[in-house]
């Protein structure tokens, strides 16, 4: 079974600051996608930064930032300059790799979550 | 507008009594998948369909049905509701099953049902 794991069930930072979401998985594989999507009281599930192991570069969007450590099997989130409407659910996700029908091929794995709290 | 439609938003049933979650998707997308959420647990899948008349199980099945006769819709189906079902479902869609980083494999969520069962 695919393990994705979410070390800090609640964190909490100052408007303005940084704050990292941590992330690890367990897998034997090396074609692979890792996500963070993000829950805001909405419910809506959103996506946030999307990142394929093949690629070495650590993904950004905007003040969203990943430290991806493929043999660490790492994938934290980096939250910049924290706003209020940060403050969420926040979930990591681990995409196998595509192996065809009956096998892996549209399974998608997600951590526990962190709730972040963001002070103003 | 593009979109994953769930209805019920909210719904609260007795155990035993069959219920079914409609899901909907306007975008003519082949891969469609359930999801539920519990407090500690995170998503967990249920049940996913690659195309019509296809369905493969999830993590979690058990206790669930589905169906895919259309491509649009992808129900969820509780014969006999208990109270471990009480629970947050997702339905989710993507043109392609592949959910990597291509824009036509990013994967669409509906917005929950909250499920109680008593």
């Known amino acids: 079974a695919q393990t994705v794991t979410q070390s800090q069930p609640e964190m909490s930072v100052q408007e303005a600051e940084t704050v990292t979401l941590s992330c690890t998985y367990d897998t034997s594989e090396s074609d692979y996608y890792l996500f963070w999507y993000k829950q805001p009281p909405s419910r809506q599930m959103i996506l946030v930064i999307r990142q394929e192991a093949y690629k070495q570069q650590n993904a950004t969007e905007n003040r969203f930032s990943v430290n991806f450590q493929k043999a660490a099997k790492s994938f934290s989130l980096k939250i910049s300059d924290s706003q209020l409407g940060d403050a969420a659910m926040y979930f990591c996700?681990?995409?196998?790799?595509?192996?065809?029908?009956?096998?892996?091929?549209?399974?998608?794995?997600f951590g526990r979550g962190t709730q972040l709290t963001v002070w103003p | 507008e593009a979109q994953v439609t769930q209805n019920p938003r909210y719904l609260i049933t007795v155990t035993g009594k069959k219920l079914t979650v409609t899901c909907s998707q306007n975008?003519?997308?082949?891969?469609m998948s359930w999801y539920r959420q519990d407090p500690g647990l995170g998503l967990r899948q249920i049940y996913y369909s690659m195309n019509v008349e296809v369905t493969d199980k999830g993590d979690v099945p058990e206790g669930y049905k589905v169906s895919r006769k259309e491509k649009r819709n992808f129900p969820l189906i509780l014969e006999s509701p208990s109270p471990n079902q009480t629970s947050l479902y997702f339905c989710?869609?993507?043109?392609?099953?592949?959910?990597?980083?291509?824009?036509?494999?990013?994967?669409?969520f509906g917005s929950g049902t909250q499920l109680s069962v008593l």
């Open positions: 996700a681990y995409r196998p790799p595509r192996k065809g029908r009956g096998s892996t091929l549209g399974r998608l794995y």
């Open positions: 975008m003519n997308h082949e891969y």
């Open positions: 989710a869609s993507s043109l392609s099953p592949r959910l990597g980083g291509a824009p036509n494999e990013k994967l669409f």
